[in-house]
């Protein structure tokens, strides 16, 4: 294996998950070029994991049925486009196609530049969702342990089966592991033109480029970024049942919210607090109506079971029904109800204030540098206090800068200063981050003084994401000026360092995950290629977002606010 190789397969994935799910999507439904696009990756994802559950139940070895079955379903998208009548379409706003191509590239940079996923309280799901991939595969045993508490059955399979799809395909190997793992990353921001203006966009993928949160919840390999994915598809959906109202419970948005939710919940159990904050917001809405609340999301509650089914009935003939919910169960703790009430409470003022940094900075503070052993633990204890910040806590995960631009554009519009149509319903976001921010609070089992928002809470993100980008492009010019170039500061005050870090031969062993690649003899893109490159692969596509970013604020302050 080579970089040469390396990159081969890392085009071909990007192309082949893309696509697939474009000419699915252009062949089966009635959609613009624009929505298509938009929702390419999420489609082709899950395709590509259906065919890997198949290839798994049915006990084939080999990549003979993938290629055989991925073949066989580009030709049917083919023929099934060949055959619908032609019709006149809308000039698109596709012509922002390239920017996640350059975020894609600036990501793979990351994956060939890292030693080790460490530091700013990694867990060791990293390996643990690989060795899942290959139990789909067939090439792990079915019964293996994990920690010892979790199995099989103890994750959702999507970003596994997705995963063993490409090793079955291309090599099973842990660098194509690394870097078929950003994929999900790119579905994600590809549904950026969902949600935003045209005008908004360059600037969006320029803030995403530059966030230390999305940098870092893309590249490291475990399922909340997937999970993301299809709670925003879902979002998408709902909203438009939400305000035109069916008359019959079937709608191609019902099917498609239907398809988001028992995707997402199949990509990670938290996604059931977004499914229920859905179902709250449309009682409220509709209480006076409540068969119209059967209708709007009967139908695409139907769906999301029926796609979540075939896998629990799989676990459920392998492990039994009590075995399959009690390992479940088991993976969120097994504290009291009043004791996790308070760690909720404790989790979410943790979430919101920087406690661990706050602490680290006071040792450092009252005890100096230290010497020997000592100068080791505090050093590790700010940096990854630091680190944590920016992923783990509200503040931090926003940027401290778009926080400010935030609270800024919020009072703006409560005095009346600024007068705009707002992004999302009132009431859609009050269920939401009610729901998402005390449910993952009281889901996190235990108190995590370093926050909790990577675990549950990234669809939060990206929705404050959404208000910060809208926020910014309303403010006098300078002052966006400025603020783009406080957010690329804190970018590389913290990611950056951090890639650094876990790109550097002989750096601090921050935790226990240089255990994990060492006794399962994991080995690293970078360990392959054997230099520092995928650096250089990473400034570049940055460089071009720094221009993108700042051309794109350089519009009229009065184009936009009147837009």
Not at 437 to 464: A, D, I, N
Request: with cysteine; net charge positive.
């Amino acid at each position: 294996m080579s970089f040469a190789y390396l990159l081969l397969i890392s085009i071909l994935s990007l192309f082949l998950t893309f696509s697939l799910g474009y000419l699915g999507l252009r062949s089966l439904s009635q959609w613009s070029i624009d929505r298509c696009l938009a929702l390419a990756g999420a489609w082709g994802i899950a395709l590509q994991s259906a065919l890997a559950f198949l290839n798994f139940l049915l006990g084939f070895s080999g990549k003979t049925f993938l290629v055989v079955a991925t073949l066989g379903l580009f030709l049917l998208f083919f023929a099934l486009l060949l055959r619908k009548p032609k019709r006149e379409e809308q000039r698109g706003h596709y012509q922002w196609i390239y920017l996640p191509l350059l975020l894609w590239l600036a990501l793979l940079g990351m994956q060939l530049f890292v030693l080790l996923y460490s530091g700013a309280g990694y867990y060791g799901d990293w390996w643990m969702h690989y060795d899942i991939a290959r139990i789909y595969l067939g090439t792990q045993k079915l019964d293996t342990v994990y920690f010892e508490i979790y199995n099989v059955t103890s994750r959702t399979p999507l970003f596994n089966l997705f995963s063993s799809y490409y090793l079955g395909l291309f090599e099973e190997s842990f660098s194509i592991y690394q870097i078929l793992s950003i994929l999900p990353g790119i579905a994600l921001v590809t549904l950026i033109p969902l949600f935003l203006r045209p005008s908004l966009i360059p600037l969006a993928f320029s803030l995403v480029a530059f966030s230390p949160y999305f940098s870092n919840m893309i590249s490291y390999p475990w399922p909340k970024i997937l999970a993301t994915v299809y709670i925003l598809v879902s979002f998408y959906f709902y909203l438009d049942i939400r305000h035109n109202c069916r008359s019959r419970l079937y709608s191609v948005s019902g099917l498609a919210c239907g398809l988001g939710w028992g995707l997402a919940l199949l990509s990670h159990p938290s996604a059931i607090l977004y499914v229920i904050a859905l179902i709250i917001d449309n009682l409220w809405v509709n209480r006076h109506n409540l068969p119209l609340v059967a209708r709007q999301t009967g139908f695409a509650l139907i769906v999301a079971i029926a796609i979540c089914l075939p896998w629990y009935l799989w676990g459920i003939s392998q492990f039994g029904l009590a075995s399959l919910f009690s390992t479940a169960a088991r993976t969120t703790g097994t504290a009291t109800a009043f004791g996790r009430i308070i760690d909720a409470i404790n989790n979410s003022i943790a979430t919101i204030f920087p406690l661990e940094l706050i602490e680290a900075v006071t040792k450092r503070i009252v005890h100096g540098p230290g010497s020997g052993g000592e100068y080791h633990v505090l050093r590790y204890q700010l940096w990854n206090s630091w680190f944590r910040l920016y992923y783990g806590i509200f503040s931090g995960a926003l940027t401290l800068t778009l926080l400010a631009v935030l609270v800024v554009g919020f009072w703006q519009r409560v005095s009346g200063k600024v007068r705009s149509h707002p992004l999302f319903p009132p009431s859609f976001l009050v269920s939401v981050f009610a729901i998402g921010f005390w449910g993952g609070c009281f889901l996190q089992p235990g108190y995590h003084r370093r926050g909790v928002v990577g675990e549950s809470m990234t669809p939060l993100v990206v929705l404050l994401f959404f208000f910060a980008v809208e926020y910014l492009a309303t403010l006098p010019a300078r002052v966006k000026q400025g603020a783009f170039l406080t957010v690329v500061l804190e970018f590389f005050l913290s990611r950056w360092i951090h890639l650094l870090f876990l790109g550097t031969e002989g750096s601090v062993v921050w935790d226990g995950n240089a255990d994990l690649k060492g006794k399962y003899a994991l080995v690293f893109a970078r360990d392959i290629i054997g230099n520092s490159s995928g650096l250089w692969i990473t400034t570049i596509p940055l460089i071009l977002f720094l221009v993108i970013g700042w051309k794109s604020l350089l519009i009229d302050r009065k184009v936009i606010s009147t837009h």
